[in-house]
């Protein structure tokens, strides 16, 4: 195993304490511009999301209206929408392939499985993370360390299996002196592969393991700098329950 994976592993709770986690509950608000262009103001604020850590398996409740959840699984990717007494509503197999081919940032709408499976890889990812990077066919590799603000951020590239849903394959992870998760660069799929830069903050410890609680998606340019005038995204999580075997 990578090194520096190693010692982000362990800042975050540890490989071996993540082995016996069963379940994920989180407080979390997705905000900013992008939903609203998409068609979907408002759909995330304030969700109870549910993620198994281990294979991904996510739900979003209240999603679209009070009584319904959003359902993400893999192996096949699949995405329902039930009802508070477990009816599907509405399925949709391979959702990935049902994305528009033309993306513009403003003006293109989504259905809500589309809403929902984007939403759903993206946070099941961010959930899982450093974690994830031990699954089977997830490549790790530190690469040159990159410096921002005065600051040396270690990083590590990753590049993901087709087996995990995610933004796209091949994402770099930057890490501060403490091992902590500062930024990620992706460049999603489905919204016309622009160059992203996740930034992450204000880290908090729950039930052992460390989750950053503020994070800002900005894009950068093509040497590296991100434009941290207009977050099209933000993610604001207000607390995770971790149960564990």
Do not use: C
Request: negative net charge; without cysteine.
């Amino acid at each position: 195993m990578d090194r520096l994976l190693t010692s982000v592993l362990d800042a975050h709770g540890g490989l071996q304490n993540w082995a016996k986690v069963t379940k994920l509950t989180a407080d979390m608000t997705l905000g900013g511009p992008f939903w609203g262009a998409r068609g979907w103001q408002g759909i995330f604020d304030r969700q109870t999301v549910i993620a198994d850590p281990h294979r991904e398996h996510i739900t979003f409740s209240p999603f679209t209206a009070e009584r319904y959840t959003s359902v993400l699984d893999v192996a096949p990717e699949r995405v329902a929408l039930t009802t508070s007494d477990g009816r599907t509503i509405q399925e949709r197999l391979n959702p990935r392939e049902s994305f528009p081919t033309a993306f513009d940032p403003f003006t293109t709408p989504w259905d809500a499985i589309q809403v929902a499976y984007f939403a759903s890889a993206a946070v099941w990812n961010y959930l899982t993370a450093p974690f994830v990077f031990v699954q089977s066919g997830v490549i790790a590799t530190e690469i040159d360390p990159w410096t921002e603000d005065g600051q040396i951020w270690r990083r590590l590239a990753v590049s993901f299996p087709t087996s995990i849903a995610n933004h796209n394959a091949d994402q770099t992870f930057y890490y501060d002196q403490s091992y902590l998760l500062r930024r990620m660069d992706y460049s999603p799929d489905v919204t016309g592969k622009p160059p992203v830069a996740h930034y992450a903050f204000d880290h908090k410890t729950f039930d052992g393991f460390v989750f950053p609680t503020r994070r800002r998606v900005f894009l950068h340019d093509a040497d590296g700098i991100a434009d941290k005038g207009f977050a099209p995204i933000t993610i604001d999580l207000a607390y995770v329950k971790v149960e564990r075997r």
